[in-house]
């Protein structure tokens, strides 16, 4: 069983609709293992043209990447 947070844990059945996290991990360096996994998800589902983008999760996108991280002193 993969720890919580780690990208393994996600069963790839969520990968045709790209959730927030998998948007997340794209542009979050200090998960360099969870940043791969997610590159390819989205690269693979490019190429099969099997991936969808729901509206929610641009939303839920935007909300995650423009707050503040907790601990970084800002």
Known sequence: ???RGSLRAWP???APTL????LVY???DR?????KIATEVLRR???E???RLP?????????AVTRPIRGSGS
């Open 26 to 28: 794209l542009f979050d």
């Open 55 to 63: 509206h929610q999760a641009i939303i839920e996108f935007v909300a």
């Open 19 to 22: 959730i927030t996290n998998i």
């Open 1 to 3: 069983m993969e720890k």
């Open 49 to 51: 043209d099997s991936v």
């Open 45 to 47: 589902g490019i190429v």
């Open 12 to 14: 790839l059945s969520f």
């Open 31 to 35: 998960f360099a293992g969870n940043q």
